[in-house]
Structure formats: C-alpha cells, structure tokens
C-alpha cells in the first residue's frame, strides 16, 4: 500500500529537517512588514531607495539565518579531526 504525504505533514516534516529556514521566512515578513509601516515617516528618502533598504534588510535576514543553520549543522564528525 502507498502512503501519500499531506501537505501539512509535509510541512511539519521540512520544518524539522531544517527549522532555519521557517525562522528566515518569519523575519523577512517582520522586517516587510516593519519596513512598509515605518514608510510613512521616511522624511525625505526617495521611495526607491527606502524599498532597496528594505529588501537588502530582509534578503540579509534570510541568508543570515539559513547560513547559521548551515553551519549548526554540518559540524565536522569526530573521525575527521
């Protein structure tokens, strides 16, 4: 008999393979969302360079994350050293 994956058990199956990946998703929706409620008090910053600012915040935010993750997890076995 076949057994057919749901998409929530999916889910719950990636997000303990790799739980740095859900936390960078979190924080690039904090920082979005911080950033857009923020914009209404930019002063005199162009909006282009305010939307720039944001993406490299949040974009740095993710692969900080992942990159933390990455390196948590690939530590050198014992026999290696």
């Given at each position: 008999?076949?057994?057919?994956?749901?998409n929530d058990s999916k889910f719950v199956?990636?997000?303990?393979?790799n739980p740095f990946v859900p936390i960078g998703m979190a924080g690039f929706v904090a920082i979005v969302g911080h950033q857009l409620?923020?914009?209404?008090?930019?002063?005199?910053?162009k909006m282009s360079v305010h939307l720039i600012h944001m993406r490299v915040?949040?974009?740095?935010?993710?692969?900080?994350?992942?990159?933390?993750g990455m390196l948590g997890f690939f530590?050198?076995?014992p026999r290696h050293k």
């Open positions: 008999m076949s057994y057919e994956e749901g199956r990636k997000v303990k393979e409620y923020k914009m209404k008090s930019r002063g005199d910053t915040a949040a974009q740095g935010f993710v692969v900080g994350a992942i990159t933390v530590k050198p076995s």
